[in-house]
Each structure stands twice: as structure tokens, then as C-alpha cells.
């Protein structure tokens, strides 16, 4: 069916580590996976995208790696700060009717 | 700021009443995306048009229309509303309908029913 599964649901790291956001994908068709980011009150606005073409995508402190056979795609941020506290969202696209769904989103808390 | 605009703002209605929220797309942008946000809920895609036809379709309610003028504008029609209806409406736009285009949201509308 069409599912775009995301975990954590929420997420604390202590600023300065590490988060890793995960979502599995049901359309093995799928080759376009990108991450949304949503500030308190704000519109998302995309953050960094992957091809299925390439396995993994940098840029700065945040990452994105896909594994196609397994169907899954994960979001990393190294080095958090305060600023990367929002609500996170991956998508993948169902190419039999070209829109794309969105994971429930990860609310990602640094602490101080 | 993405260059999407959507009117109102915010909007305050009781049940059963029917409303209108609009949105204008990105200079340049054939497509536009709406989808709904519930309290602490993901991005519900609700529907899609292209350049003035419906593409791709969501669980959009019976209740609930869209349309895509000539001029690129849209607007998304909420009738005999219920509670469970409040949410945060979302536009977006990119310039094709591919789903590998980033889409551009909108700042929204915030629907309350009472």
C-alpha cells in the first residue's frame, strides 16, 4: 500500500551529538527522497534530497543515506544545535500517481 | 519567504459553514500541492493540479473541492464543516508535477471550527 513509515516519533539529543531520523518505503519504484524540515509555526522548507542513483548525500552537518534493496532512507545531523530543533519530515513519491507521501514526522529536541 | 502566498491567514468558523482558502504559487510554478496538518499530525496530501488539471489525488473528503484557475491560482473549498476540520491548511508549488520537484510551501491557513 502506499506507506511511507518514520522513526523516531520524537527524538531529545544532547547538543552537539548526533540524530538519525529513519523511513522505509513500500513503491520499490520510488528514485526521489527528500526531507522536509518545520520550524515551530513556520511552512516546511526542504532541507536535502537523494536520487536513488547515488547512496548517500552531504551537506554540511546533515546527511542523507539510501539503501534501495532494503527500502530505506535515513536523515543524519552531526554536531546538533539549538537551531536544528523542529519537526522533520521525509516523503517518497508513488510514481503510478505521480504525488508524493509524507512520513509523520519526527519532533527532533536538542538540549542544552 | 518560498514566493507561495495563501489568504487568510486564519479563519474562524462554526460547524456546517463552508469556506474558501486560496493560494497563489511561486512565479513560474505550473504545479500546486494542498495538503492538510492536523495538531501534532504529518502533511496530509489532500490533492494536486497542473496547469489547471487535476493530476493526482489524496484522501480529500467529499466535503472538500479544489480547483486551478488560468492564472495559476488555487483555491481549496471546505463545505458543511465539522470539528475535525480544524487544522493547518498548506499549499505548495514546484514548477512540474514530477513528484522529484521540491515542492514550495506556503506560510498557510489556520482553520478553526467551532
Known amino acids: 500500500g502506499e506507506n511511507v513509515e518514520q522513526h523516531p516519533s520524537t527524538l531529545s539529543v544532547q547538543e552537539g551529538d548526533s540524530a538519525v531520523i529513519k523511513c522505509t518505503y513500500s513503491?520499490?519504484?520510488?528514485?526521489?527522497f527528500p526531507w522536509y524540515k518545520q520550524e515551530l509555526g513556520k511552512r516546511p522548507q526542504l532541507i536535502i534530497d537523494?536520487?536513488?542513483?547515488?547512496g548517500e548525500k552531504k551537506d554540511q552537518r546533515i546527511a542523507v543515506t539510501l539503501n534501495k534493496t532494503a527500502k530505506h532512507f535515513s536523515l543524519h545531523i552531526t554536531e546538533t544545535q539549538p537551531e536544528d530543533s523542529a519537526v522533520y519530515f521525509c516523503?517518497?513519491?508513488?510514481?503510478?500517481?505521480?504525488?508524493?507521501?509524507f512520513g509523520k514526522g519526527t519532533r527532533l529536541h536538542i538540549l542544552p | 519567504d518560498s514566493g507561495v502566498t495563501q489568504t487568510p491567514k486564519h479563519l474562524i468558523t462554526a460547524t456546517g459553514q463552508r469556506v474558501t482558502l486560496r493560494c497563489s504559487p511561486r512565479s513560474g510554478d505550473l504545479s500546486v500541492y494542498w495538503y492538510q496538518q492536523s495538531l501534532d499530525q504529518g502533511l496530509q496530501f489532500l490533492i494536486q493540479?497542473?496547469?489547471?488539471?487535476?493530476?493526482a489525488k489524496g484522501n480529500i473528503l467529499e466535503r472538500f473541492s479544489a480547483q486551478q484557475f488560468p492564472d495559476l491560482h488555487s483555491e481549496l473549498n471546505l463545505s458543511s464543516l465539522e470539528l475535525g476540520d480544524s487544522a493547518l491548511y498548506f499549499c505548495?508549488?514546484?514548477?512540474?508535477?514530477?513528484?522529484?520537484?521540491?515542492?514550495?510551501f506556503g506560510p498557510g491557513t489556520r482553520l478553526t471550527v467551532l
Open positions: 505548495a508549488s514546484s514548477v512540474a508535477p514530477g513528484s522529484y520537484n521540491e515542492q514550495f
Open positions: 516523503a517518497a513519491p508513488l510514481w503510478r500517481d505521480d504525488k508524493i507521501i
Open positions: 513503491d520499490s519504484a520510488s528514485n526521489y
Open positions: 537523494i536520487r536513488s542513483n547515488v
Open positions: 493540479y497542473y496547469n489547471g488539471e487535476e493530476r
